[in-house]
């Protein structure tokens, strides 16, 4: 069969129930589209065709857990000798360079770029003579070393990550640390399924109030299409003012983040 242009295009692959069950899991759970279809090997495409065709919408859903998770990539900052050097950051920036260097080998470039400005930020802090370790606070912290706790959770995480069978002078600290974070995790939970369970109930209820008014022969209030949109979960309401954009491009913003 001859092409009628220079790519050929890719094959339509019909794929059971059972694997769109898992599509529509992972994608509810947060995962981006992209990840997801490349995952289960559907185009994007069809997926965001099927979420708006089956109402898949994370807002009105609880997260669902995404299928098989991957484990977590292992630790490449080796702080062993933090402790030891009693903070000195000098053999900080020293470890953090080192954990960039076999960031970078292992492919994770962001963290990898991450580590390297912490390294940097070590090297400033032994520069100043600041080697007392129990001297800095949240209060006199360089802002650079702040930035980058906060926009990079998962190196943090790492550095109060417990690892089993070794020395640890910090371990009470890390194990609430993780138990605080555990605890969150399930309030979050909590109030999400509240909140979805306070939706159910409240569509039920409008629903069995317009079967009351059709069968005393009254109509309902009839709905415009942008608050339908808008109540199913096509559109948010993304300010005070009521400024309204498609949960779709809505996604797209998160491109970036």
């Not at 898949?56 to 998770?69: C, G, K």
């Not at 963290?111 to 400005?117: T, V």
């Not at 910090?170 to 939970?189: P, R, V």
């Amino acid at each position: 069969m001859a092409h009628t242009g220079g790519m050929e295009r890719r094959k339509y692959k019909i794929q059971p129930a059972e694997v769109w069950d898992k599509v529509r899991q992972d994608y509810l759970a947060g995962l981006g589209a992209e990840e997801v279809a490349a995952k289960y090997d559907v185009t994007a495409h069809a997926l965001r065709a099927r979420a708006t065709r089956d109402g898949w919408s994370r807002y009105l859903h609880a997260p669902a857990e995404p299928v098989d998770p991957p484990p977590p990539p292992p630790s490449l900052f080796d702080v062993s000798s933090d402790d030891a050097a009693g903070g000195d950051p000098a053999v900080l920036a020293e470890a953090a360079a080192q954990a960039s260097g076999r960031a970078m080998r292992a492919g994770r470039l962001l963290e990898a770029r991450a580590l390297a400005g912490l390294a940097a930020t070590y090297r400033k802090l032994e520069a100043r003579g600041e080697t007392a370790h129990g001297a800095m606070t949240v209060e006199n912290a360089p802002l650079q070393l702040v930035y980058d706790i906060l926009m990079n959770p998962l190196a943090a995480s790492d550095r109060l990550a417990i690892r089993p069978g070794a020395a640890d002078t910090h371990l009470a600290l890390k194990e609430a640390y993780w138990t605080q974070q555990q605890t969150l995790g399930e309030k979050n939970q909590e109030f999400r399924h509240a909140q979805l369970h306070r939706r159910a109930a409240l569509d039920r209820r409008v629903a069995a109030l317009e079967d009351q008014l059709k069968a005393a022969g009254m109509e309902p209030v009839a709905e415009t299409e942008s608050a339908r949109r808008i109540r199913t979960g096509v559109d948010m309401v993304i300010d005070c003012c009521g400024k309204v954009m498609s949960a779709k491009d809505w996604d797209k913003t998160l491109d970036g983040l």
